[in-house]
Nanobody, 124 residues
Framework: QVQLVESGGGSVQAGGSLRLSCAAS????????MGWFRQAAGKEREFVAA????????YYADSVKGRFTVFRDNAKNTVYLQMNSLKPEDTAVYYC?????????????????WGQGTQVTVSS
């Protein structure tokens, strides 16, 4: 079992920045690729970013490329999502997830463990 706890959400004006954190406990953190997803009100959950076990591989959704950065600190068992130049359309509940399979994936169904989510609200 892996327990994931997100933090760092909040309210910010358009153009601002937030950094989300996801602290993992349980099994060896470096055994998991990590992903960030988000779900806006009335919409399905969507992929945001993913990072490989060692941190060398990263994927981003087209909607966040150039604005968001995913990185991890394996010594702290934590993955981060740095969000810059935020837009109102970034408003959502953000979830981190852990994937124990080889490689790196953008596919929600391939993630094994999920956090409870943290709300991000961007006002115009």
């Amino acid at each position: 079992q892996v327990q994931l706890v997100e933090s760092g959400g909040g309210s910010v004006q358009a153009g601002g920045s937030l950094r989300l954190s996801c602290a993992a406990s349980g099994r060896t953190f470096t055994s998991y690729g990590m992903g960030w997803f988000r779900q806006a009100a009335g919409k399905e959950r969507e992929f945001v970013a993913a990072i490989s076990k060692g941190g060398g591989g990263r994927y981003y959704a087209d909607s966040v490329k150039g604005r968001f950065t995913v990185f991890r600190d394996n010594a702290k068992n934590t993955v981060y999502l740095q969000m810059n130049s935020l837009k109102p359309e970034d408003t959502a509940v953000y979830y981190c997830a852990a994937d124990g399979s080889p490689g790196i994936t953008m596919v929600e169904a391939e993630y094994d463990y999920w956090g409870q989510g943290t709300q991000v609200t961007v006002s115009s």
